[in-house]
């Protein structure tokens, strides 16, 4: 089966990204064929619409030779879902069947924020799709509250597992790895730091891990005299996030929004214990007490308490270290998702 895969370039840093990256590696395992073509790259206004034009034209030559059976097109909000919608309604004109997948933590905002005109859109567009992907059973309803003739399948994002789990639960680093901002929760996190550092031992450590606010979150740790505890900010990738992965005792991401983050999966992977917040579809993966613990966004004692019980609690944290590289083992690695993929695809083809 052949297969056009879409989104920004793969250099473009995110989970959209993280979660292609996967797929592409793991195809060539299968009987099915994925091209990818990107849409959108880092750059102004001209480099995005010229990046666009010229994927669009190599996409309908691509379809009118009849070399795509399903094109599955990964979209976010705003001009990731026009940019999707193009493509997706060109793309039905020639026959082939499409797969809107739907990655966005932003969506809501994105339908309240536009005209009814706009509304009217985005529901046509979801009702023109083969198959609306989304993350977790949470947003199926979501879909189809804007769309009520979408159809709408579930699938979570998958990362690579190790077959052992491969924790170290005596290192000293906390990472945070994420965009560096509010939505994240970066600054509750660093405020919580504050509160901690008297009674912490010298060897933990915070690793803020990730782009954004970078130059905020550095004068913020600066004014309270917080860089003995900070050993990284700044974005993270190939060896040394490995590196970074391979020390890390808990990893904590306290967000007020997202989809199904990337970074929860990766780290619970590796077993590492996660501290986030019962948001979106989080709660679908981490169980507060048994596979990470969970506190509300912007509640500063309870993040300072999570985090005291796990630096302090060895045992619980070999605890959710098992239970954690388990659950992701069982049902978001990659051959689960890529079966469950291709069984999705298979029913549009057929």
């Given at each position: 089966?052949?297969v056009?895969?879409?989104?920004?370039?793969?250099s473009y840093?995110?989970?959209?990204?993280?979660?292609?990256?996967?797929?592409?590696?793991?195809?060539?395992?299968?009987?099915?064929r994925?091209?990818?073509v990107?849409?959108?790259?880092?750059?102004?206004k001209?480099r995005?619409?010229?990046?666009?034009?010229?994927a669009?034209?190599?996409?309908m030559?691509?379809?009118?030779?009849?070399?795509?059976d399903?094109?599955?097109?990964?979209?976010?909000?705003?001009?990731?879902?026009?940019?999707?919608?193009?493509?997706?309604?060109?793309?039905?004109?020639?026959?082939?069947?499409t797969?809107?997948?739907?990655?966005?933590?932003?969506?809501?905002?994105y339908?309240?924020?536009?005209?009814?005109?706009?509304?009217?859109?985005?529901?046509?567009?979801?009702e023109?799709?083969?198959?609306?992907?989304?993350l977790?059973?949470?947003?199926?309803?979501?879909i189809?509250?804007?769309?009520?003739?979408?159809?709408?399948?579930v699938?979570?994002?998958?990362?690579?597992?190790?077959?052992?789990?491969?924790?170290?639960?005596?290192?000293?680093?906390?990472?945070?790895?994420?965009?560096l901002?509010k939505?994240?929760g970066?600054?509750?996190?660093?405020?919580?730091?504050?509160?901690?550092?008297?009674?912490?031992?010298?060897?933990?450590?915070?690793?803020?891990?990730?782009?954004?606010?970078?130059?905020?979150?550095?004068?913020?740790?600066?004014r309270?005299?917080?860089?003995?505890?900070?050993?990284?900010?700044g974005?993270?990738?190939?060896?040394?996030?490995?590196?970074?992965?391979?020390?890390?005792m808990?990893?904590v991401?306290?967000?007020?929004?997202?989809?199904?983050?990337?970074?929860i999966?990766?780290?619970?992977?590796?077993?590492?214990?996660?501290?986030?917040?019962?948001?979106a579809?989080?709660?679908?993966?981490?169980?507060?007490?048994?596979?990470?613990?969970?506190?509300?966004?912007?509640?500063?004692?309870?993040?300072?308490?999570?985090?005291?019980?796990?630096?302090?609690?060895?045992?619980?944290?070999?605890?959710?270290?098992?239970?954690s590289?388990?659950?992701i083992?069982?049902?978001?690695?990659?051959p689960?998702?890529?079966?469950?993929?291709?069984?999705?695809?298979?029913?549009?083809?057929?």
């Amino acid at each position: 089966m052949n297969v056009l895969m879409c989104c920004s370039a793969l250099s473009y840093k995110g989970g959209m990204v993280s979660v292609v990256k996967g797929y592409l590696d793991y195809a060539g395992k299968g009987d099915v064929r994925i091209t990818f073509v990107p849409t959108h790259r880092d750059g102004g206004k001209l480099r995005l619409i010229a990046c666009f034009a010229l994927a669009y034209v190599r996409i309908m030559a691509m379809a009118l030779r009849g070399r795509i059976d399903v094109a599955h097109l990964h979209t976010a909000e705003r001009g990731s879902f026009v940019r999707k919608a193009i493509l997706l309604r060109s793309l039905r004109r020639l026959g082939v069947k499409t797969v809107l997948h739907h990655h966005g933590a932003e969506f809501e905002e994105y339908h309240a924020s536009v005209s009814p005109r706009h509304r009217r859109f985005i529901a046509r567009t979801l009702e023109l799709a083969d198959a609306n992907i989304v993350l977790s059973r949470r947003l199926v309803d979501m879909i189809r509250s804007k769309a009520p003739g979408a159809r709408v399948e579930v699938l979570y994002n998958a990362v690579p597992v190790p077959e052992s789990n491969p924790y170290y639960p005596d290192s000293g680093y906390i990472m945070f790895l994420g965009r560096l901002g509010k939505r994240k929760g970066t600054y509750d996190l660093i405020e919580a730091i504050r509160l901690l550092d008297p009674e912490l031992p010298d060897n933990v450590r915070f690793l803020l891990c990730g782009d954004g606010e970078e130059e905020q979150v550095r004068a913020l740790i600066t004014r309270h005299g917080l860089w003995h505890r900070i050993g990284h900010v700044g974005w993270v990738d190939g060896e040394m996030k490995e590196g970074f992965l391979e020390k890390t005792m808990i990893n904590v991401l306290p967000s007020y929004n997202e989809g199904l983050p990337m970074t929860i999966l990766e780290t619970m992977a590796r077993g590492i214990p996660n501290i986030s917040t019962p948001i979106a579809s989080i709660p679908e993966v981490i169980t507060d007490g048994e596979t990470g613990l969970l506190v509300n966004p912007g509640d500063i004692p309870a993040l300072t308490a999570s985090l005291r019980r796990l630096i302090n609690d060895r045992e619980t944290r070999l605890s959710i270290s098992s239970a954690s590289h388990a659950l992701i083992a069982r049902r978001f690695s990659l051959p689960a998702a890529f079966g469950r993929l291709t069984d999705i695809y298979k029913s549009l083809h057929t």
